[in-house]
């Protein structure tokens, strides 16, 4: 492009002197135009501009018939152009032992180590192997009920809860014991008493206060159907009547061979008639002596 500069007669060569076409300004020196040089006074920057092009080999070129740069960025298509070193990166940094931080809130997980005891607390559907740590007492436990225990116990279950009970010696076997009822009763009168014993028993022996006749009954029924039979009846056999004696005061009768008697609905008791033959008026008791034979 050729340019038109002005007449330089006369003027001066200190470079004061100056022309500009285009945006750009160019100085006399007393022999030539030259370009001013570098900054804002020698050219227009809104003229200049940058564009990029398409990746490739990487360069930098400049037009100087449009003041445009163009840049050309590499091409970096072969190589990860981002980092993720978040969960699933599989950055080391991103693991712990190779497993990702979610792993070790997975309880599916745990083979070995100890769990705290704030971890614990609840029910849980699960089979213990080893050491248990301390209960303090048996009694911790919810239905263990045990009074005043003594050396020789053991613990059986009574139907609600696991209580101390006493054997004899080392075989496994109960010793006998005794049940105890106590009634006023006119005299030649008949009371209906129930007396706590075992579901099941063997009876060694009949001990009254007083002269009495005792009949024992596997149940109500059969005590009542046996009301009229007279002192002198032997009862029936199958009519419910387990024993009966009749005493002359206080004494302690024998049940020779030991009879063994039982409630028929399998309840822990057992029902009595007693007769008053004492004469008058009296509180009449009546001991049961026993070895329990059901539990």
């Not at 006399?28 to 570098?38: C, I, P």
């Not at 981002?82 to 032992?97: K, V």
């Not at 745990?110 to 699960?126: E, F, K």
């Amino acid at each position: 492009m050729a340019i038109n500069f002005p007449s330089t007669a006369g003027q001066p060569t200190d470079g004061s002197y100056t022309y500009t076409v285009a945006g750009l300004t160019y100085v006399w020196n007393g022999s030539s135009w030259a370009a001013a040089g570098a900054g804002q006074s020698a050219t227009d920057l809104t003229l200049l501009s940058v564009s990029t092009a398409a990746a490739g080999t990487p360069s930098l070129s400049y037009n100087s018939n449009n003041g445009v740069f163009t840049y050309t960025p590499p091409d970096l298509s072969g190589y990860i152009t981002f980092a993720n070193d978040g969960p699933g990166s599989g950055l080391d940094a991103d693991l712990l032992d190779g497993q990702q931080g979610a792993y070790y809130r997975n309880a599916g997980n745990l083979n070995a180590g100890t769990l705290s005891t704030d971890r614990l607390s609840g029910v849980y559907n699960i089979d213990v192997t080893g050491s248990a740590g301390s209960l303090g007492a048996l009694t911790n436990i919810s239905d263990v009920s045990i009074a005043v225990p003594s050396n020789g116990q053991v613990l059986q279950y009574n139907g609600a809860n696991w209580v101390n009970a006493t054997l004899a010696g080392t075989t496994g076997l109960q010793s006998r014991t005794t049940a105890l009822v106590t009634q006023s009763i006119a005299n030649g009168s008949a009371a209906n008493l129930s007396i706590t014993t075992p579901k099941t028993y063997v009876l060694y022996s009949i001990q009254t206060s007083h002269a009495a006749w005792v009949t024992l009954y596997s149940d109500t029924a059969s005590r009542t159907s046996d009301a009229s039979r007279t002192e002198l009846t032997d009862p029936l056999p199958g009519s419910g009547v387990l024993t009966e004696v009749i005493t002359s005061g206080a004494v302690t009768q024998l049940i020779t061979p030991g009879t063994i008697c039982f409630n028929s609905t399998a309840a822990g008791i057992t029902y009595a008639k007693v007769v008053n033959k004492s004469g008058s008026t009296a509180n009449i008791s009546v001991t049961l002596t026993y070895l329990q034979l059901e539990a």
